[in-house]
Each structure stands twice: as C-alpha cells, then as structure tokens.
C-alpha cells in the first residue's frame, strides 16, 4: 500500500489541471489510508477480541479493516463517478449505500448476542451491497455509456473490477470467523483480504491512472457540460 501510495504521487507529480488532479488525489489517499490501517493492524493497535454467546473462545477483529473501508471505498466510488461524469444525485446514492454497507458489517462483526445476530447483520450489510450494485451497472453505468470510448472502456473495466472484488468481501466474511462459521482460518481469511484489498485500491489505481489521455477525455467532457 506504501509503494503504491508513492507511485500515485509521482504519477501525478506536476499535474496542474485541477480537474486532472482530482482523480490523482483521491486515489493516494485511498491507498494512503489503507496503509496506516494495515500498519495500524500489523503492530497490534488495530486488533480487539471479542467474546460471543455461544462461542467458547474470543473472535480478533481487525477493527481497523472497517476503519479502512468506511473511508476509501466511497473514495473508490468517487473516482468511478468522476470518470463516468455522474451527477450528484447518483454520487450520493452511491456513497450513502456504501457507508451503510460497511456500518452494518462492522456491527456484525463486534456484535456479542451470538452467531444468528451476526450472521444477520451480514445479511442486512449484504443487502445494502447488492443495492450499490444495482445502481452500479444501472445509473452510473448508463451515464458513463455517454463519454468517449476510451473513457467508457476504461469505466467497464474498473466497473467490473469492483464488481468481482467486492462480491468476495462478503463470501470470506460468511466463511471466515468472524461469521462463527470458521469454515477458513484467521489466517487464510486475512490474507484473503489483503490481497482483495490490494488488487480493489493499488491495482484499481493503476488501471485508473495509467492512461492521460482517458483523464483527459474524462475532464474535458465534464468541463464541456459545466
């Protein structure tokens, strides 16, 4: 998350096109705030024990995992509707799903009443999800359907990675122990994680970035409709 956090910067060293420089921003902060999390986690801060009904031993919860999320996937989201040029209805849509999403996971994860409960703040958090897709493939998408080809492209192909990734948050959570149900270890279930999360904000921010010209193309249109 470092490295990728100081490739952002020098990538976008020198933009002086504040519009440009919107998307450079947005993306190191996400990588940027996923660092201190995992580093918060790595030395131990980020780390709690919690005692279930029913549960003979304490579950660890990184708790910092959904410190994380609660601030870069809607920053994630920005940087999707800014190239698709959405309006600020849909941003907000997005955004406000999203934050619910993790709000609710993260109750489920600290929540002691017992393996049903969380369970079912899995599902409430998972339906907030499926809704945030929803508008996804449907409004955003439909609006990005409107820039030039590149930019378009550009959109589905991150479009689809935030799809794929995603939809795997929920499935190691289920499998994992913070469900109760164990069916993956501590272990395995954080290093499923990392790696989702490395793939969601460092590889998101390469594919994003990687092109001028589509930021161009992306800024120029949204310059062009104001």
Do not use: C, H
Not at 33 to 61: D, K, N, Q, R, W
Not at 84 to 94: F, P, S
Not at 115 to 124: E, K, T, V
Not at 141 to 164: C, E, H, I, P, Y
């Amino acid at each position: 998350m470092a490295l990728g956090t100081i490739a952002f910067i020098a990538m976008g060293w020198g933009e002086e096109d504040e519009e440009m420089q919107e998307f450079y921003i947005i993306t190191t902060f996400i990588t940027a705030i996923a660092f201190s999390s995992y580093f918060s986690m790595a030395t131990g801060f980020g780390l709690i024990e919690v005692s279930v009904s029913g549960v003979a031993e304490p579950l660890e919860i990184y708790w910092a995992r959904y410190a994380d999320w609660l601030f870069t996937t809607p920053l994630l989201l920005l940087d999707l509707a800014l190239l698709a040029g959405a309006d600020r209805n849909t941003i907000a849509t997005l955004i406000g799903l999203d934050a619910a999403m993790i709000i609710t996971g993260l109750v489920g994860a600290i929540a002691t009443e017992g393996a049903a409960s969380r369970i079912a703040w899995w599902g409430i958090s998972t339906g907030f999800f499926v809704v945030l897709l929803y508008f996804l493939v449907s409004s955003l998408s439909g609006q990005a359907a409107r820039q030039s080809g590149d930019v378009a492209s550009t959109f589905s192909t991150l479009r689809n990675l935030v799809v794929v990734l995603w939809t795997a948050y929920p499935i190691v959570w289920i499998i994992g122990t913070e469900s109760t149900l164990g069916i993956i270890g501590l272990t395995t279930e954080t290093a499923l994680f990392a790696v989702l999360d490395l793939a969601a904000k460092v590889g998101f921010g390469f594919i994003l970035l990687r092109s001028r010209n589509v930021l161009e193309q992306a800024t120029g249109a949204a310059q062009a409709a104001d």
